[in-house]
């Protein structure tokens, strides 16, 4: 009776219902880790059990239903001597593993990655996207991330895949050599380089990235208000065609008294335009004639010549020939009258200098006697 009990107590069903969405990993919990010979094991589809006995990764199985009996358990059987023709049951730990996709993991650089555009020169990159992940070697796995973890989520990995992802993403676009603003029409392409890069390492994890967007490449800040300023001088270009398009907007609105003033005097201006630009008849406009050369400006006047007048020994001056000729009239200045100008050798008499033109109009001093 009590070996009957005991064969019943260990009569198993092993299986894994998940509903939580996230978990990648979850041991299956029994007393003690014992099974018994003969247990049914059931792995759905999206699921893996992978058996770990006496610390050793002993099999993988894919899904199905199994009865745990030594035909269908090839390497499990070789680690340990069964007794009592395997009825008694055996310790071993199940991990249930999920190998459906993981979908819409965020992805995104924490530091700017330097790049150097053609245009632009050094500028700083800002990246993001999704991605989706997928348990695709159980064993591997279970060793080289799970370890001994019952429950193991997707959280708990994706901060090492983000962090591969970004180290490639560094090295993909610094290298990659297109221009910044024609990085936005290559994102497929980046993204299949960098799925590429990184397929290796992820598989060194047991793992593989089905798919992998980029979703958006920023530019600084400061570069896009730049860039803002070259679109809006771009589109208000042509500013007439501007305002003609805003003007028959308002004239193809019924019941808009302003629409039909700026129509009417539109109208009029196209119509004074379209006379001006067509020839009598409605003629090609004529070219319009070679505009005439520019003659030259004419040269700045010399400098008016500066005089100075000695008397008494002393010097007087500068004067200009204007204030030489108020002095002649007034007898200040005779012919005697010895003189200097800059470029000459000394001072001279002012009728053997060029001021002598201006005692033209003086009589010369009367005749002794009269």
């Known amino acids: 009776m009590v070996f009957d009990f005991l064969k019943g107590e ?48 002993a099999d993988v199985f894919g899904p199905g239903l199994y009865m745990l009996e030594t035909n269908n358990m090839p390497i499990m059987t070789t680690l340990q ?23 819409d993991l965020k992805w995104g650089t924490k530091n700017p990655i330097m790049c150097r555009d053609p245009e632009f020169g050094p500028v700083r990159l800002r990246a993001f996207g999704t991605y989706s992940m997928r348990v695709s070697d159980p064993g591997m796995f279970l060793k080289e991330i799970v370890g001994t973890d019952g429950e193991f989520t997707a959280d708990e990995i994706s901060n090492q895949i983000r962090n591969v992802i970004t180290q490639e993403m560094s090295r993909v676009l610094a290298g990659s050599g297109i221009p910044v603003l024609d990085m936005a029409a290559n994102t497929a392409d980046l993204a299949r380089l960098i799925a590429t890069a ?36 771009g589109i208000a270009g042509d500013l007439n065609k501007y305002m003609q398009f805003n003007a028959a907007e308002a004239m193809g609105q019924p019941g808009n008294g302003m629409g039909a003033m700026m129509g009417a005097g539109m109208a009029a201006g196209m119509g004074a335009a379209m006379g001006q ?16 050369p520019m003659a030259p400006p004419p040269p700045p006047p010399p400098a008016a010549k500066q005089w100075h007048v000695a008397e008494n020994g002393a010097t007087k001056g500068p004067f200009g020939e ?39 109009m003086v009589p010369p001093p009367p005749p002794p006697g009269l």
Request: proline share 5%; hydrophobic share 45%; charged share 20%.
């Open 10 to 57: 260990f009569v198993d069903v092993i299986s894994w219902l998940d509903d939580t969405r996230d978990t990648m990993v979850w041991r299956f919990e029994r007393r003690g880790q014992a099974i018994k010979y003969g247990a049914k094991l059931t792995v759905r589809e999206g699921q893996a059990a992978v058996f770990v006995h006496e610390g050793q990764l």
């Open 81 to 103: 001597h069964w007794d009592h023709g395997f009825n008694s049951p055996f310790k071993s730990e199940v991990y249930f593993v999920n190998t459906t996709r993981f979908n």
């Open 198 to 233: 990184i397929a290796p390492k992820i598989a060194e994890y047991g793992l593989v990235l089905p798919e992998f967007y980029i979703e958006n490449i920023s530019l600084p800040e400061e570069v896009e208000k730049v860039l803002d300023k070259r679109t809006s001088m």
């Open 277 to 292: 630009n067509l020839g009598p008849w409605g003629a090609a406009p004529a070219a319009p004639a070679a505009a005439a």
């Open 322 to 360: 204007a204030d030489l000729a108020t002095m002649v009239q007034s007898g200040g200045l005779t012919r005697a009258s010895m003189v200097w100008s800059a470029g000459m050798e000394g001072w001279k008499p002012a009728a053997d200098t060029e001021l002598s033109r201006l005692f033209a």
